[in-house]
C-alpha cells in the first residue's frame, strides 16, 4: 500500500490494497472499520474530506432500532414496520439483517461515546412515525449525524490498516473477466489519475438526491456509486422509489442548519401544519392509508402528498410550501427542547414562539439502489455495496430512523465480507482494467460547450419538476427527454478548464453519471402505472396489486434494460 | 440586491489575480450561494470547495472573507464588495482551494 508520486505524466499512480472501499459517509466509515478488523488492508476514498461529505453528516435526526430502552421491543417487530412501510416490495433478508443487527451496531456506537441522549440511566427512544412504539435513539441537540460522523472519524484514527485518501474521485470500477479488481480514479488536487488495485471493492456513495433541485444531502450525492455499478455489469433495484421529506425548510432562507431540522421539533413540540388559511389540513389526508388510521401523524410520502395537493389547490404559503407552527406553545418549552438551537435560529431570524416558517418537500432519501445478496455482493464478484446505496431493503418506502441504522449495519456487513473475500483471494490486478478510463480522463479537452454547471443545475430542475413526488405519463416522457437531449449536450469526450482542482472537469464526470443515473429513474418511474409509496402517479392513483414487484435496471451495450423480479419474500437464506 | 464578490484568483507559483464578479443576491443569502451562482451565470472554472452546501456540517467552505477565516456557508452576502481570498495558512491548490485535509488523509502526505 505504497503512493509514489509520479514525474511521468503517462504513468499513473498505483495503489495496491485487500479492500477498496469507495466514500467515507456513515457507511463506508463503518466498512473499512469491520475490513480492517477482519485483518484486510483498507484504502477509504471520498471525492471530498474523509468523514465530511454524505449524507450522515447532515442528518440530525434519530436512528432506529429495537434496544427495548424505552419500552420493551423485539428487531421482529422493528422488522414488521419496516416492511410495511416499504408496501410489499422490501427484500425481507435485507430488511431483517436491518432490524436484527442495528441494536448490536448501536451499542457498539455507545460503547465507542457517540453520547446517545439518555434518561432515567437508559438510552432515550422517541416515537416517530411508522414505528409501533418509541424505538429511536438520538443526539441533543439535533446532533446525531455529526456525532455518528465524529465517532466514526476517531475510531478510524486509532485503526491500524486503513489508509485514508480525501479528494480522490473514483472514475470507473475496474474489472478483469467480469470481476471487480479495483478502481480508477481522478486525483483532484493535482489532476492527476491514480490506479487501484483491490480484490475486493465495496461502494459507499449514499444515494441520488444530489440530483434534485432542493435536496437535503451533500452536494456530491448525485448517485456516482449506481452509476459505477451499472457500467461494471451490476444492477439496480427499485429506481423510481424517491423520497422526499415532507417539510424540508423552505423560508426565510436559513443558513448553518441541516433542511430537514423541523422533524425533531414535531416529535418533542408537535407542531402544525397550517395552509395559506391558517387552518391544519392534515386530517383531510389522513383516512387515505389504513396504516395512518386517522392519526395525527402522517407517514413521509401521505405529507408530502397534503402539502402538495394544497400547493396546487392555491393554499400554499407564499413561497410555495406550507406554514409550521409553533407559536401555540410557550417560549420556555421550546427553549428547554432545543436549547442552543433556539439561538442558532434566533441569528437566522427566526423567532419559533412568534411567526411560523415555511416548509415543502424536499428530496431526501433514495429507497432504490445497487441489487445484491444477503452479504451485500453485487453479480458482479469483488463488488460490494452499503449504506443507502444497496437497493432493497426499504421497497416503497422508508421507515423513519432507518437510514443510519442500515449505514452501521450494511457498512459493517459489506466491509467485513468484502474483507474474507480479500483474504480468500489474490489479485486479479492488470494494468489494462484500468485503460478505457485512463483514455477517456487523458482525452479530456478544453471546448466550447454549454455551461456544465448550468447544465447540473438544469437537469435537477427538470428532476424536480418532471420526476418528482408526483409524476404523470407526459412529465416522464419529457423529462427522458431531456435528459437525452442533456447526453448529445455533453458529448462523449470530457472537458476540462484547468490542471489542477477543475470544477468543469469534475462536473463533466458527475453529469456523465448523473445522466446514466436519471435515467435510471425515469424509466422505471414510466413502466410502473400505479402509485405506491414515495412514486406516486397521478394519472395512476392507487395501488396496483399486480405491480407488487420490484423492477431491476441494467445496461446492455450502454443502453437501459429494465426487468421485473417478484419481491424477496422469504428469510430462509438470511 | 447586488453584490460584488472580489475573489483572489490563480495557482500556486503564479501570481494571484483579483477578478470581481457582480452577483444579484437576496436577502440572507450566504456567500457560497453568491460563489454557486457565479459558477453559472459566470465562469465555471472558478474553484471552490463546499459540500454540505447548507449546514456547516462539513466545514470545507472556510476561506478568508474580508480578511478574516469564515465559512462561507454562514456569512451573508451583502451589498457592495465582499473580498474573497484562499486561507492564507495553507497551502495553495487553485482559486479558493487549499490543502486543509489533514496530513494522512491525502494521496501523498507530504505533498
Redesign the interface.
Same mark, same amino acid.
Given at each position: 500500500m505504497t503512493?509514489v508520486?509520479n514525474n511521468d505524466a503517462v504513468a499513473p499512480?498505483h495503489i495496491e490494497t485487500d479492500v477498496l472501499v469507495i466514500g467515507a459517509g456513515g457507511a463506508g466509515m463503518y466498512a473499512a472499520l469491520e475490513a480492517a478488523q477482519a485483518g484486510a488492508s483498507v484504502v477509504l476514498a471520498d471525492r @471530498?474530506?474523509?468523514g465530511? #461529505?454524505g449524507a450522515t453528516?447532515?442528518a440530525q435526526m434519530t436512528v432506529a432500532a429495537a434496544l427495548g430502552e424505552q419500552t420493551p421491543d423485539h428487531w421482529e417487530y422493528h422488522l414488521s414496520d419496516t416492511l410495511a412501510a416499504g408496501r410489499g416490495l422490501c427484500d425481507v433478508r435485507l430488511a431483517a439483517l436491518l432490524c436484527e443487527d442495528g441494536p448490536r451496531r448501536l451499542r457498539e456506537m455507545d460503547d465507542w461515546k457517540v453520547g446517545w441522549a439518555r434518561e432515567d440511566g437508559h438510552i432515550k427512544q422517541a416515537q416517530a412515525p411508522g414505528h409501533d412504539r418509541p424505538r429511536c435513539a438520538y443526539v441533543d441537540f439535533l446532533s446525531t #449525524?455529526?456525532a455518528v460522523s465524529r465517532t466514526l472519524r476517531s475510531q478510524l484514527n486509532s485503526a491500524n490498516g486503513i489508509r485514508?485518501? #480525501?479528494?480522490?474521485m473514483i472514475v470507473d470500477i475496474a474489472l478483469r473477466d467480469g470481476e471487480a479488481c479495483g478502481a480508477t480514479a481522478l486525483?483532484l488536487?493535482?489532476g492527476q489519475a491514480?490506479t487501484l488495485a483491490a480484490k475486493a471493492v465495496v461502494i459507499a456513495t449514499g444515494g441520488l438526491t444530489g440530483l434534485y433541485r432542493r435536496n437535503s444531502a $451533500? $452536494?456530491?450525492m448525485g448517485g456516482d456509486g449506481y452509476a459505477l455499478a451499472l457500467r461494471a455489469g451490476a444492477e439496480l433495484i427499485d429506481m423510481e422509489f424517491v423520497q422526499f421529506f415532507p417539510i424540508g425548510h423552505l423560508a426565510?432562507?436559513? /443558513? #448553518?442548519?441541516?433542511?430537514i431540522m423541523w422533524d425533531p421539533f414535531r416529535y418533542k413540540l408537535g407542531g402544525k401544519l397550517l395552509n395559506a388559511e391558517m387552518r391544519e389540513f392534515e386530517q383531510d389526508y389522513a383516512t387515505r392509508d389504513t396504516r395512518s388510521d386517522g392519526r395525527y401523524v402522517l407517514t413521509r410520502d401521505l405529507a408530502t402528498y397534503a402539502i402538495t395537493r394544497e400547493v396546487e389547490a392555491g393554499r400554499g404559503s407564499p413561497a410555495g410550501g406550507a406554514y409550521l407552527s409553533f407559536q401555540h406553545l410557550p417560549e420556555a418549552d421550546i427553549r428547554s427542547a432545543f436549547g442552543p438551537v433556539v439561538d442558532r435560529l434566533a441569528a437566522?431570524?427566526i423567532d419559533l414562539a412568534k411567526h411560523p416558517v415555511e416548509v415543502a418537500p424536499i428530496a431526501h432519501y433514495h429507497m432504490g439502489g445497487v441489487r445484491t445478496d444477503t452479504t451485500l455482493q453485487t453479480r458482479v464478484p469483488g463488488l460490494y455495496v452499503s449504506g443507502e446505496a444497496v437497493g432493497g431493503a426499504n421497497g416503497a418506502n422508508r421507515l423513519s430512523g432507518n437510514a443510519i441504522t442500515e449505514a452501521l449495519v450494511f457498512g459493517a456487513h459489506a466491509g467485513r465480507n468484502a474483507a474474507q473475500r480479500a483474504l480468500q483471494s489474490s489479485s486479479l490486478w492488470q494494468p489494462q482494467a484500468a485503460d478505457p478510463t485512463l483514455d477517456l480522463l487523458r482525452s479530456a479537452q478544453k471546448r466550447d460547450v454549454p455551461?456544465?454547471?448550468?447544465v447540473v443545475?438544469e437537469l435537477k430542475a427538470l428532476m424536480a419538476d418532471l420526476v418528482g413526488p408526483f409524476r404523470t405519463e407526459p412529465k416522464l416522457r419529457s423529462a427522458i427527454q431531456a435528459i437525452e437531449r442533456l447526453k448529445t449536450d455533453i458529448g462523449e469526450v470530457p472537458v476540462s @478548464?484547468?490542471?489542477?482542482?477543475?470544477? /468543469?472537469l469534475v462536473?463533466w464526470l458527475d453529469l456523465r453519471n448523473m445522466l446514466l443515473v436519471a435515467q435510471s429513474v425515469t424509466v422505471p418511474a414510466l413502466a410502473r402505472t400505479e402509485s405506491r409509496g414515495a412514486h406516486q402517479r397521478e394519472d395512476y392513483p392507487g395501488l396496483d396489486e399486480n405491480w407488487g414487484v420490484n423492477q431491476i435496471v441494467a445496461l446492455s451495450n450502454g443502453k437501459i434494460e429494465l426487468s421485473r423480479s417478484a419481491p424477496v419474500t422469504g428469510r430462509a437464506a438470511a | 440586491m447586488k453584490a460584488t464578490l472580489a475573489i483572489q484568483r490563480g495557482m500556486p507559483g503564479e501570481a494571484p489575480r483579483l477578478e470581481s464578479f457582480e452577483v444579484a443576491f437576496e436577502h440572507g443569502q450566504s456567500v457560497l450561494d453568491g460563489l454557486r451562482a457565479l459558477r453559472l451565470q459566470a465562469d465555471p472554472s472558478l474553484a471552490f470547495r463546499f459540500s454540505c452546501i447548507n449546514a456547516n456540517a462539513c466545514k470545507e467552505c472556510m476561506m478568508l472573507i474580508d480578511g478574516k477565516v469564515d465559512y462561507a456557508c454562514t456569512v451573508r452576502l451583502k451589498e457592495g464588495v465582499t473580498a474573497l481570498a484562499p486561507l492564507p495558512k495553507k497551502a495553495l491548490i487553485r482559486d479558493l482551494v487549499t490543502e486543509i485535509a489533514p496530513p494522512d488523509e491525502r494521496l501523498w502526505p507530504r505533498a
Open positions: 503512493a508520486a499512480t @471530498s474530506l474523509i465530511r #461529505g453528516v447532515m #449525524g455529526p485514508r485518501i #480525501g479528494d480522490l486525483h488536487t493535482t491514480v $451533500s $452536494s456530491n426565510p432562507r436559513l /443558513v #448553518g442548519m441541516d433542511p437566522n431570524g455551461n456544465l454547471a448550468a443545475a @478548464s484547468a490542471a489542477t482542482f477543475d470544477p /468543469v462536473d | -
